[in-house]
Nanobody, 123 residues
Framework: VQLQASGGGLAQAGGSLRLSCSDS????????MGWFRQAPGNGREFVAA????????QYADSVKGRFTISRDRARNTLYLQMDSLKPEDTAVYYC?????????????????WGQGTLVTVSS
């Protein structure tokens, strides 16, 4: 699996951004996938996860109701729609492919990682 995240940038508080993560080797279609983020000085934290077929999703409490994870298996692409952005959402966002097909919330359950895309939210 080779994952490439994109779509980061600068947004104002209350604004929206949409992150994408493409799988160039097309090997993650049967894997759960997720988004994590890492703010300066902090560890990498879970943001959202989705099962292999998109039928199940889960979110960190801090983003629930504002972010939406989805995937297009035909295009081998994972998405993260981020609405109502807050300054505390500022971080490098990473996409990852899990070892199994279901929802995975722990970093340790993810085998492949993208390079990260920076999201900066101004107040």
């Amino acid at each position: 699996v080779q994952l490439q995240a994109s779509g980061g940038g600068l947004a104002q508080a209350g604004g929206s951004l949409r992150l994408s993560c493409s799988d160039s080797r097309r090997t993650s279609s049967n894997n759960g996938m997720g988004w994590f983020r890492q703010a300066p000085g902090n560890g990498r934290e879970f943001v959202a996860a989705i099962s292999w077929n998109g039928g199940s999703t889960q979110y960190a409490d801090s983003v629930k109701g504002r972010f939406t994870i989805s995937r297009d298996r035909a295009r081998n692409t994972l998405y993260l729609q981020m609405d109502s952005l807050k300054p505390e959402d500022t971080a490098v966002y990473y996409c990852a492919a899990a070892r199994g097909a279901g929802l995975r919330l722990s970093r340790d359950d993810y085998a492949s990682w993208g390079q990260g895309t920076l999201v900066t939210v101004s107040s």
